[in-house]
C-alpha cells in the first residue's frame, strides 16, 4: 500500500541558507500535517493543511511557510536557517471522514543545518 | 490542557521476557490515545489506539495496551519481546474533537531488548 512519501530523507544546509521539504500524502488523503522533532525530543506540530488551506498553526517560526498543492502534496519552506532548526521534519496525511481516521506518518526528512 | 505523561526514559528487558511500556495521560472528556514507534532515522509508526470499547487493544507486531480510567493509563505491553522491538515509543493523546494538530505525544521511551 502507498505511504507518506518525504523528499529528500536527509538534507545538509548552512546557517542563512534556505531548504525546502516535500511530502507526498496517500491518495486520497486530504489533510497533511507537519511536525519537527529536535534531537531526544517529541515531535512538535507545527502546521496543517485541509483541502489546500491551511487549517491550523502550531509553533512554526515565521521564517517557515508551507502551503498545499492542487495534488495535495505539501512543502515546507525554511529561511535564514539556524543551527537550532537542525530536526527531524515529518509529515502525516489523513483521509476526509471524521474524527476517527488514522493519520499516518511519513519517514521524515532529517535536515542539518552547519 | 491536555498532557502525557512517559515516566521512564528507558526500558530494559531480556527477550522472551514480557515487557510494558509506561504512559499516563490527562485530557478533557474521553480520551483518543495512540501508541507510535519510532526506529533511528524514521518516522512514527502507528501501532495501536484506543477511543472507545474493550479497554484492552490489541495491535501491531504483538503489542497491545490496556486503557485504566479510573488511573488515567494507558501502558503498552507485549508477552514476549523480540531484540527487533528495540526503539522508541510514544503515547500520545486528543481530545475526541481535535485533529491531529491537537495531538500531545510523550517524550518518547526507548525500549532496549537484550538478545
Known amino acids: 500500500a502507498a505511504g507518506v512519501i518525504q523528499s529528500p530523507r536527509h538534507l545538509i544546509k548552512e546557517k542563512r541558507e534556505t531548504a525546502t521539504l516535500k511530502c507526498y500524502p496517500i491518495p486520497r488523503h486530504d489533510t497533511v500535517y507537519w511536525y519537527q522533532q529536535g534531537p531526544g525530543q517529541d515531535p512538535q506540530f507545527l502546521i496543517s493543511?485541509?483541502?489546500?488551506?491551511?487549517?491550523d498553526k502550531g509553533s512554526i517560526p515565521d521564517r517557515f511557510s508551507a502551503q498545499q498543492f492542487s495534488d495535495y502534496h505539501s512543502e515546507l519552506n525554511m529561511s535564514s536557517l539556524e543551527l537550532g532548526d537542525s530536526a527531524l521534519y515529518f509529515c502525516?496525511?489523513?483521509?476526509?471522514?471524521?474524527?476517527?481516521?488514522?493519520?499516518?506518518f511519513g519517514q521524515g526528512t532529517r535536515l542539518t543545518v552547519v | 490542557a491536555q498532557s502525557v505523561a512517559q515516566p521512564e526514559d528507558q526500558v530494559n528487558v531480556a527477550e522472551g521476557n514480557p515487557l510494558t511500556v509506561k504512559c499516563t495521560y490527562s485530557?478533557?472528556?474521553?480520551?483518543?490515545l495512540f501508541w507510535y514507534v519510532q526506529y533511528p532515522n524514521r518516522g512514527l509508526q502507528f501501532l495501536l489506539k484506543?477511543?472507545?470499547?474493550?479497554?484492552l487493544v490489541k495491535g501491531s507486531y504483538g503489542f497491545e495496551a490496556e486503557f485504566n480510567k479510573s488511573q488515567t493509563s494507558f501502558h503498552l505491553k507485549k508477552p514476549s519481546a523480540l531484540v527487533s522491538d528495540s526503539a522508541l515509543y510514544f503515547c500520545a493523546v486528543r481530545a475526541p474533537l481535535g485533529g491531529y494538530q491537537k495531538v500531545t505525544f510523550g517524550t518518547g521511551t526507548k525500549l532496549q531488548v537484550i538478545p
Open positions: 493543511f485541509y483541502e489546500k488551506m491551511q487549517s
Open positions: 484506543y477511543i472507545t470499547g474493550d479497554n
Open positions: 485530557v478533557s472528556g474521553n480520551p483518543y
Open positions: 502525516a496525511s489523513r483521509a476526509r471522514g471524521g474524527v476517527n481516521t488514522e493519520a499516518f
